[in-house]
């Protein structure tokens, strides 16, 4: 099974400040057939289902502000918000997909400072 | 618009049974893998079963492989759940969610079964 270690457990930021988030996998999630990291990013609101937000590492799904971003590469990945707002408060997690079981990071808080 | 509705939680015994449902609707059902994560009260997200989209690849975690069995059933473009020899560690919220590949796009609102005596 492929252990994604998610850091910080949380972190408080100020509004308008910057949030990054880091996802290390235990082995790489990199596909050389299809040149992809098959890596996903979700944010979860309180009594609310998690929502994708970046897919393939770095691709933001339709809809997503712009502000989230995705990067990284083979085990290394982050999850970054470039300017944070009241709403983006929610825990966040980096998940694999390229192969089952499927895992996700264990989560990381993110909170108004 | 793409909707996924659970059903069928709620309390059960340990080592009892439960049959869980999801309906789907707003997008082709049977293009898409589908999947059933958890959620235990005040924990992370735990992926449990996945079905491809013919229903001939399914895909387990190891803690429910032998008691539960996800199948679907494309011409009612439902998802399902049977959980057997239920223990109080399967107590979570149940979210049927679907994608491309392995990748989960969609997300219903969940289901709660609560394994307690």
């Known amino acids: 099974d492929i252990v994604m270690t998610q850091s910080p457990d949380s972190l408080a930021v100020s509004l308008g400040e910057r949030a990054t988030i880091n996802c290390k996998s235990g082995?790489?999630?990199?596909?050389?057939?299809?040149?992809?990291?098959?890596l996903a990013w979700y944010q979860q609101k309180p009594g609310q289902p998690p929502k994708l937000l970046v897919y393939s590492a770095s691709t933001r799904k339709s809809g997503v502000p712009d502000r989230f971003s995705g990067s990284g590469s083979g085990t290394d990945f982050a999850l970054t918000i470039s300017s944070l707002q009241a709403e983006d408060v929610a825990l966040y997690y980096c998940q694999q997909y390229i192969s089952a079981p499927l895992t996700f990071g264990g989560g990381t808080k993110v909170e108004i400072e | 618009e793409v909707q996924l509705v659970e059903s069928g939680g709620g309390l059960v015994l340990p080592g009892g049974s439960l049959r869980l449902s999801c309906a789907a609707s707003g997008f082709t059902f049977s293009n898409h893998w589908m999947n059933w994560v958890r959620q235990a009260p005040g924990k992370g997200l735990e992926w449990v079963a996945n079905i491809k989209k013919d229903g001939s690849e399914k895909y387990y975690v190891d803690s429910v492989k032998g008691r539960f069995t996800i199948s679907r059933d494309n011409a009612q473009n439902s998802l399902s759940l049977q959980m057997s020899s239920l223990r109080a560690e399967d107590t979570a919220v149940y979210y049927c969610a679907g994608g491309q590949g392995f990748l989960i796009e969609n997300w219903g609102q969940g289901t709660l079964v609560t394994v307690s005596s």
């Open positions: 082995r790489s999630v990199f596909s050389t057939s299809y040149n992809e990291n098959f």
